[in-house]
């Protein structure tokens, strides 16, 4: 019985070592290294990728990017909640309207992203549009932008923070709400001091898959802010590619996991695996 | 304040009508139950009372003043929830304090405090639901619901989600209370002992329609169809008399003068610890039970006896 576990487990675990962990040994030692004059790594072996860290210049990209993760977060959460909402009180067409949330992810991220390009350039859509219409007089500047990076975060993970906040508010007790109405709470009142409790399971939940996977973001800061601006995700790539400082990126990637860890750390302690 | 009312109410789900006309009057400070079979419309009419769900046709007045059309938030009534409903991130205290802080009441503290004393909490105050017992949380829904002083108390099978001993010890706290209050209890229960050991008066339902209403006494000793005389307990039925298994007597010997007798066979003897519960078939081909006590001796599988009752406690139904 033991041994036909085992086996089961086998691919599983290869697959864990292999692919996960080996190249997280990899990285790990790229960080200990030098780099070489062409990429790569050389010897000697030091510390000093890691005293880098500690320079203002990338404690403000750091703080950047947890500021854009942070508002983008917080923006997917006041977006998914009332859509949750609604589709948890759907009815026979919860299905439909889930797979709706869903269908972005049927094309690549990529592709979306060039989408949100057209949209918000000069001779985009949106502008296109308002200027026909006369509301302005010149193009708006809404891409490459802090702010075209954030609404295209949101964009991106919003259906991260749709699904946990659903399957709670799908789950919440019906008759609690019917409770509160018995009790003299308007609409509202029940919303305030009845569901928004009983739903911050759901609302950590979204918080944890949405800021994380916003925090290393590469593709929508490098798309839609044009290079101006920089999240830590664009940091680290560059240091593979135009710096060709391989151990310094291997650094930073490891110091990302660390932050994202302790993060996810102090949030699962408060509630043990409920959240995910 | 004042009497609650129904007047003529109708309510159609999609595939069926579940209440189908139905009025009555509940008198003010009544402990009032409404009976009936699962799916028979009383959960439904309870609902309507407290404004959860909106009557197709009818009135629903509480002192001369209509109640339709009004959100429950904005009814004089309250809900005792079958499964309690509380608010599970809420102590008891809290839970109890919700709906007086949703009216602002200044004098909050000390309703909450009389309220948890009320039904024997205080100790309990600061514990959530998911701490409690059931009968705990039955008490804080009950405290939760009192505290607002509603004209009317509903209260959904509140006893069948507790084991039986507690449920018979729930049953005389919630008879003392009402007694205590004098608020109107309005009971929904399929649970025909609860309802006659509890009520003033009982509205039996079946199939969206009344059946009877009554005392406790005068629906189960003179049941007004064959229905309600079945769902109060045992009948042996002759023809269109039915006789409860208590008041059957059975006896070797002819009972004398103007006992009501049909002869038969003993087709079984049970033993039930309080009493026998002698089962016997008719010539006619009737099963008749009896359930007599002690003493009047036992009686053996194929022996010839004779079946018989006191007249005026056999039930004449009109078919």
Known sequence: ?276 | MGDLQLEAIYKDFPSHRVVDGISLTIPQGCFYSLLGPSGCGKTTTLRMIAGFDEPDRGLIRLGGRTLNGLRPYERPVTTVFQSYALFPHLTAAENIAFGLKRKGDPDTARKVKEALDLVQLSAKADRLPAKMSGGERQRTALARALVLQPEVLLLDEPLSALDPKLRKQMRLELKELQARVGITFLFITHDQEEALSLSDRIAVMNQGRLEQIGTPQEIYLAPATRFVAGFLGAVNWVGAIGVRPEMTRISREAPGNGARVVEATVSSAMFLGDCFQVETKTPAGDSIIAQIAHGIGEFQRGERVHVWWHPGDEMAIPQ
């Open chain 1, 1 to 276: 019985m033991m041994r036909l576990r085992a086996l089961f487990l086998l691919p599983a675990w290869a697959f864990t070592l292999l692919l996960f962990l080996a190249p997280l040994l990899i990285i790990v030692v790229y960080s200990l290294q030098t780099k070489g004059v062409y990429g790569g790594v050389v010897e000697p072996w030091t510390l000093e990728n890691y005293t880098r860290l500690f320079d203002p210049l990338y404690g403000v990209i750091l703080f950047r990017s947890f500021l854009m993760a942070g508002v983008s977060t917080l923006g997917c959460i006041v977006l998914a909640f009332p859509l949750a909402l609604y589709i948890a009180r759907s009815g026979t067409r919860k299905t439909l309207l889930l797979n709706l949330v869903m269908l972005p992810f049927w094309t690549s991220f990529l592709v979306r992203t060039y989408a949100w390009m057209f949209l918000l350039r000069d001779t985009g859509l949106v502008n296109s549009v308002l200027l026909a219409l006369g509301v302005i007089a010149e193009p708006l500047p809404l891409l490459y932008n802090d702010w075209a990076v954030i609404v295209g975060l949101i964009y991106g993970y919003l259906p991260f923070a749709v699904l946990p906040l659903y399957s709670n508010l799908e789950r919440l007790d019906k008759s609690l709400l019917e409770a509160a109405a018995d009790l003299g709470a308007k609409p509202w009142e029940a919303m305030l001091h009845v569901v928004l409790p009983l739903t911050a399971p759901g609302m950590r939940a979204a918080g944890v898959l949405v800021f994380i996977p916003c925090l290393g973001a590469y593709l929508t800061p490098d798309l839609l802010g044009g290079g101006k601006s920089m999240m830590i995700g664009n940091l680290v790539q560059n240091q593979f590619t135009s710096a060709r400082d391989w151990p310094f990126g291997s650094a930073l990637s490891l110091a990302l996991m660390l932050i994202v860890m302790l993060l996810l750390w102090a949030l699962l302690r408060r509630d043990g695996e409920e959240v995910l």
